[in-house]
Every structure is written in C-alpha cells, then in structure tokens.
C-alpha cells in the first residue's frame, strides 16, 4: 500500500483534497500528499481584476498549508520534475522523490512563449499573483504608459481592459494600449455577435487592436509588427496561448498540441494514473473540454472518487460526463458577454453574473467578503 499524490494545489487539486479529506476511511490508511510549487493557491479568474486595482491579492490567494490542514492532507512545497511511470516515482526539483500508488496530475497550464526566448525574458505574462503584482507595480511606474499585450484571447482582453480601468481611474488619460492577434479576429472561438461586442468595447476604451499582425522584430526599445507598424518604449504583456508545464509534456503519454494528457472516461492516462483541470484533455465530439474552472472542479472531484473506488478494491470507476454551464468574457468596465445556460448575456448583467460565479467558487468565507466588498466599493 503506497501514498496518493496529487500535483498541484489548483481549482482541480484542491477539489481532490476535500474529496480525499470527505472520505478519510475509504482511504484504507493510505496519504494523501499534494505538491505545489507555490504556497498559494491564486484564483487565476479574478487575477486580470488586481491589475485593474478592482480586487486586493489579499481576496485572490489563499494559504494552501493552512487550508490543507484543516483538511488532514499533506502538503509538500515544491515543483515536480519529472514522473517516472514504471518506478511510480514523482521527482522534485530538488531532488526530493515521492513514491505513490496513486498519481493525479493537475498541475493546470502556463504561458507558452512558443521558444520565443528572447521575448520571454522581457515580456510580462499572468500566470500567477505574483506575476499579477508584477504587471500592476511595473503599470504604475512605467513613464511611457505604452502597452503592448500579445494575444487576443480572454487573458489578452481582460489584461488590457484591466489596465485601462487603472489608468482611467488615476485620471491618466494619454495612454496607448494595443492588442496584437496573429489571427484575423479576436476571440475567434467565440460566435461573431460576441466579437462584435468586444471589439466596440475595445474601442470605447482606446485600445488598439492589430488582428492578422504578430511581432516581427524586438529590439531593446521597440517592437516592430508584422503590419509594418512600429511601437517605441512599450512594456509587452504576452497572453498568446498556454501549454502544460514541462514534466508533463515529457511523460510519455498521449497529449494534445497543447500537452495536455488525454484520458479516457474515467481520467485515467496509464494504470493508476489520472489527471484533472487544464492538465487534462477530456474529449468530447473530437475536441479536449476548455480549460475552465467548472471543468477542473468536476475532474478534480471525479478523479479523487476513481481513486477512492480502486482504494476500495473496486474495478469500476465512474464515467466523466462534463456539463457545459457556459463562458463569459468579463471586462473591467462592467461589461462582459458570453452565454449562461444557453441563453446570451451581455452587459452589465453578465459581468455581475462572472463575480457571482467567482464569489460561489471561492474557497473561505473571509474570500467570499473580501471580493464582494472589493466589487462593490473599488
Ligand atoms: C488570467 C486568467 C483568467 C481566467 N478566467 C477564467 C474565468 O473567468 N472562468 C473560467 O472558468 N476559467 C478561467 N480561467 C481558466 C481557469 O483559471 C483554469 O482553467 C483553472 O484554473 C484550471 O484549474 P487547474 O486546477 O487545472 O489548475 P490551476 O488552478 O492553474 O492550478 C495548478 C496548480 O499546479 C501548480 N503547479 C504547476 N506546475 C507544477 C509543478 N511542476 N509542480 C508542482 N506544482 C505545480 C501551480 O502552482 C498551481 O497551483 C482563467 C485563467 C487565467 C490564467
């Protein structure tokens, strides 16, 4: 009889822990021991809000060694390396070596810079709280208020709508923010009436959209687009797409082109192995599930019951069968729009709905408050 361990302390990690914690018996003496590269858990949806100054880092991150003992797991601080399947061995950073009989990945996703490794050295990204603090800090005392945010997506749009509300509201108005899309539109998931309504939001808020333009060239003090279109002193924010970190994309199992790992219907990828949330591909009409909260939640509580039933002796597990509640794109100038249920929201009503939801999903009570009061009074 061995441990289980899970990697990452994330929406899905965090989910497997209560489960685990829920269900201490069925555990038959085994230990649950989770990783984390980070001592926080950072609730990734409302990160784009810190830089707006809209929420405090105070209501975004919790204390996982804490929260985790109140649960009666594990918690071991530090960054898996590798994962040797054959030995069940995850391997840290450090050198340290955690043996399981149980493996659950979900260690979510980070900024991919595509090799770009020039540009990752300069650019700013939003994995995290601290890269969230970074970007504000690095907003309020750049002279030439010239942004450039690579990546038309939800991240991109929120981190540019964000920044704007910062400046409107410290009645900096000579600005220049620009959003760069290799592809012909932004958002290019998204249905054309969503597009529409961000792109006039963009636009009412002074942001400058390039689509069909990437960089070309990047010296130490400019950027020069594809579109021909020079850009001078201008602190760059890359939001061009994720990918899972390094140990996964060197397992050797079947991954997506974003490394995600792809598992069957009970998230399973090899014997006694699952993943969960953004490290996983669940298929489902031959495309992986979005990477969104509601998912990582639902994966991270089925994976934990799978692990719970084999801890039991049983041979058979529970099926995944993912429930689509629907998106939103929030923007920092109370507007949003997206779907919820089926049914299009748009406006202000939508960008209640995404601070409803994050307010649902928050972890303590202190949380809860402290994003209700910051959404009311800042
Ligand atoms: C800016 C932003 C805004 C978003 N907004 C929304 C939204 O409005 N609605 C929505 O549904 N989704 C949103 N998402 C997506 C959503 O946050 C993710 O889908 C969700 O967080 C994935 O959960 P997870 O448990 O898989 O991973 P995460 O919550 O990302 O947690 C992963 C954990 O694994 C840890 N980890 C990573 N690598 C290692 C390693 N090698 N060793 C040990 N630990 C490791 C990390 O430190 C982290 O704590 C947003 C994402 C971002 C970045």
Known sequence: MGDIVVIGAGFAGLEAARVFSRHRRALGGRRVI???????????????????????????????????ERLGVNFENGEAASVDMAAREVR??????????YLLVCCGSVTNFYGAVEIEKHALKLDSADDAAMIQNTVVTYPQKKFLIVGGGYTGIEIATNIARFLRRHRIRKYNIHVVERQEDILTALPEWMRDYCRLNLCRLRIQLHVGA?????????????????????????????????????????????GRLKVGKTLSFAEGAF??????????????????????????????????RLCAGRKKLKAYRPVDLGYLVPMANFRACGTVLGVPVLGFAGWILHYAMCIYRSLSLRHRLGIARDILLR
């Open 92 to 101: 840290l950073k450090d050198g340290h070596a955690l043996g399981y009989e």
């Open 275 to 308: 993943a969960a949330g953004d490290a996983a591909a669940f298929m489902k009409k031959g495309r992986a599930l979005r990477m969104a909260v509601q998912f990582s939640l639902n994966e991270g509580h089925l994976a934990a019951e799978n692990i719970l």
């Open 214 to 258: 990437s960089i070309s060239q990047r010296t130490e003090s400019s950027v020069t687009l594809s579109n021909g279109l020079r850009i001078d002193d201008c602190l760059l924010i890359w939001a061009a797409g994720v990918q899972t970190p390094g140990f996964v994309r060197r397992l050797p199992s079947e991954q997506d082109p974003q």
């Open 34 to 68: 989770l990783v984390d590269a980070k001592r926080t858990f950072d609730f990734l949806p409302i990160l784009p809000d810190m830089l707006g100054g809209r929420i405090v880092r105070d209501h975004a991150v919790l204390d996982v060694a804490e929260y985790l």
